[in-house]
């Protein structure tokens, strides 16, 4: 019904930057919100920052003036950029779509994930 393809991961140096991009695409009738989440090994998923249809971010304490979240409404993709990573970033991240699809049901999707690791 909606696929999610997502792009940009990858391994950097601390201090680097990356930027993922992820495309949701099928029958989409009108986004209430899309965002990202990441999971360590060993913790929990949690949401890393969303943006709603109308525009408006939201982010996690720990990336706060680092990460900024975007979106193209025509293309029903979202962006994250990621500036000045931290070890503690390392984590595979997923994107995630709430939306309506066919017969006004409002659900969540998910992308496979991206590996985005921080090293020297």
């Known amino acids: 019904q909606v696929q999610l393809v997502e792009s940009g991961g990858g391994l950097v140096q601390p201090g680097g930057s990356l930027r993922l991009s992820c495309e949701a695409s099928?029958?989409?009738?009108?986004?209430?919100?899309m965002g990202w989440y990441r999971q360590a090994p060993g913790k929990q998923r949690e949401l890393v920052a969303t943006?709603?249809?109308?525009?408006?971010?939201n982010y996690a304490d720990s990336v706060k003036g680092r990460f900024t979240i975007s979106r193209d409404n025509g293309q029903n993709t979202v962006y994250l950029q990621m500036n000045s990573l931290k070890p503690e970033d390392t984590a595979v991240y997923y994107c995630?779509?709430?939306?309506?699809?066919?017969?006004?049901?409002?659900?969540?999707?998910w992308g496979q994930g991206t590996q985005v690791t921080i090293s020297s």
């Open positions: 099928g029958s989409i009738f009108s986004i209430y919100a």
């Open positions: 943006i709603t249809g109308g525009g408006s971010p």
């Open positions: 995630n779509v709430d939306c309506w699809t066919r017969g006004w049901v409002r659900s969540d999707y």
